[in-house]
C-alpha cells in the first residue's frame, strides 16, 4: 500500500462518506494522517458540496432523528434513527437554528440560554460562552429573539447572529466569531421581524429572515438580510408578484441547495406558490418554480408547505406539509407524490433541516486547520514505512496543500 502515491490515496478518500472515514482511521498509520489532515477535511468538504454527496435530513422533535437523503432518493422511503446529541432534555426539545458545512447550530432554550455548535458525524461539539444583554429583558416589551448561523469565505470564519427586538423595534445585536472565541455588539437590526423565534435562512453567506418596516405595516412583507461578511444589513428584491394579490399572501423563505427559495400562501385560494432566485440578488432571476394546492395533498385543512431539498437528478423537489406529512414534487409530471418514513417513536411534527456528513473540526474551524500544514505534511512522509524525504516523494506530498482554498 506503501507505493499507492499519496494524492491517489487521497482522491479515493475523499469520495467516501465521512462516517465511513472515521472508521477508515484504523487502516494505517498513513490513511490516519491523511484524514485527519486539514487539507484532506478541506478536499473532501469541497467534493461533498461539489457533488451533494452525503446528504442528512435531520428531523427535530423532542428528539433528534437522522435519515440518508440519498436512500430515500432511491427508494421513497426515509428510515429515521435517534441521534444521541450533547443536550438530551426530550421535555422541551431542542431548536436547530443553523446548518453549514456539516456543522448544527443548537438552541439550548430558554432554561439553557446557551448556544452549542455540533458536528453530528465526529460528535464534537463547541459550547459558546454566554453573552449577558446590555440591557435588561424587561426593557424589551413583547420581546422577539433570533438567531443565525452562517460560514464568512472572507476571513474563513464561522459566526453565530443573535438578534433581540422589542414590539417598537429597539434591538441589540450581537455576532459571535468561532476565530475570537468572542461575541460582539454591532449595528442594530434596522428591520422589524415578522415570525418569532425565526432562524437565519443561510443563502449566498447572508442570513435572511422576512421583516417589515415597522409594526405598523405588519402587512407587507419584505426579505432582510445580514450578510456575514461586511455585516450591512439590507433589502433582498422580491419576485414580480401577481399584483392582485401581492399584499393577500403570508410569506416565508427557505433555502433550497444554496439558493433562496420564496413561499407565497394565498389566504384565500389556498395554495402555496413556490419561487426560486437562481442567482443571488439579481430581481430578473426568480422563477416560480411549482405551485401546491389543497387539492394536490391528503391531508387537510391545507396550511403550508417548506420545501427541503431537489433530489439527486433535479427533477424532484422533497418537501414537508405541514411539519407532519412528506412530499415529493415532480417538476416534470407537476404533481405531489406521497413519500414513506420509518421512525421508532413517531413525533408529532416534522421539523426538518438538511445537513450531510463532514469532518470540519470545531476547534478553530476551516482556518484554524491550515496552522498544521508543515506538521502534517511531515507525518504523511513519515508515515509511508520505507519511504525516504527525497525530493520525488515531496512532490506526492505537497499536493495536499497547494491551491485549497474553499469555495462555497
Known amino acids: 500500500m506503501s507505493d499507492i502515491p499519496l494524492e491517489v490515496v487521497a482522491d479515493f478518500l475523499s469520495r467516501v462518506p465521512a462516517m465511513s472515514l472515521l472508521r477508515f482511521r484504523c487502516v494505517s498509520k498513513q490513511w490516519r494522517s491523511i484524514i485527519d489532515s486539514p487539507e484532506f477535511i478541506k478536499m473532501h468538504l469541497n467534493r461533498t458540496l461539489h457533488t451533494k454527496s452525503d446528504r442528512k435530513l435531520i428531523l427535530r422533535s423532542c428528539y433528534l432523528y437522522s435519515a440518508d437523503f440519498d436512500g430515500l432518493d432511491n427508494t421513497n422511503v426515509a428510515h429515521y434513527v435517534k441521534v444521541e446529541h450533547p443536550w438530551k432534555r426530550p421535555e422541551i426539545g431542542t431548536l436547530i437554528v443553523g446548518s453549514c458545512h456539516g456543522i448544527l447550530c443548537l438552541d439550548g432554550g430558554v432554561e439553557d440560554k446557551s448556544i452549542l455548535l455540533w458536528n453530528p458525524t465526529t460528535r464534537k461539539h463547541f459550547k459558546l460562552p454566554p453573552s449577558k444583554f446590555e440591557r435588561s429583558m424587561e426593557s424589551f416589551r413583547k420581546r422577539t429573539m433570533v438567531f443565525g448561523f452562517g460560514y464568512d469565505k472572507a476571513s ?190 413517531p413525533p408529532s411534527y416534522m421539523e426538518h433541516q438538511m445537513c450531510f456528513g463532514s469532518l470540519v473540526q470545531l476547534d478553530g474551524g476551516i482556518s484554524g486547520m491550515v496552522e498544521r500544514v508543515q506538521d502534517t505534511k511531515e507525518e504523511l512522509i513519515g508515515s509511508s514505512k520505507g519511504t525516504k524525504k527525497n525530493g520525488n516523494n515531496n512532490k506526492k506530498d505537497n499536493f495536499l496543500s497547494v491551491g485549497f482554498k474553499l469555495v462555497l
Not at 442594530?188 to 432562524?199: C, E, G, R
Not at 438580510?225 to 461586511?230: R, S
Request: aromatic share 16%; glycine share 4%; with cysteine.
Open 156 to 345: 474563513e470564519d464561522y459566526k453565530v447572529l443573535r438578534i433581540l427586538q422589542s414590539y417598537y423595534m429597539d434591538s441589540e445585536v450581537k455576532v459571535f466569531s468561532m476565530k475570537s472565541k468572542s461575541w460582539r455588539k454591532i449595528a442594530n437590526f434596522p428591520y422589524y421581524l415578522k415570525y418569532q423565534s425565526a432562524p437565519g435562512v443561510l443563502v449566498s453567506g447572508s442570513l435572511h429572515w422576512v421583516v417589515t418596516k415597522d409594526p405598523d405595516t405588519f402587512m407587507v412583507n419584505l426579505i432582510g438580510a445580514f450578510d456575514l461578511e461586511t455585516e450591512e444589513y439590507r433589502l433582498v428584491p422580491q419576485p414580480d408578484y401577481p399584483k392582485k394579490k401581492s399584499k393577500n399572501f403570508h410569506l416565508n423563505v427557505v433555502a433550497l441547495d444554496g439558493s433562496l427559495c420564496g413561499l407565497c400562501n394565498y389566504y384565500d385560494h389556498e395554495y402555496v406558490d413556490v419561487w426560486v432566485m437562481k442567482k443571488y440578488l439579481v430581481n430578473e432571476s426568480w422563477t416560480k418554480l411549482f405551485k401546491v394546492a389543497e387539492s394536490d395533498t391528503r391531508i387537510k385543512p391545507f396550511h403550508y408547505v417548506m420545501p427541503i431539498a431537489y433530489s439527486w437528478s433535479g427533477r424532484r423537489v422533497y418537501m414537508v406539509q405541514n411539519d407532519k406529512m412528506p412530499l415529493w414534487y415532480d417538476l416534470e409530471k407537476k404533481k405531489v407524490i406521497p413519500t414513506k418514513y420509518h421512525i421508532s417513536d
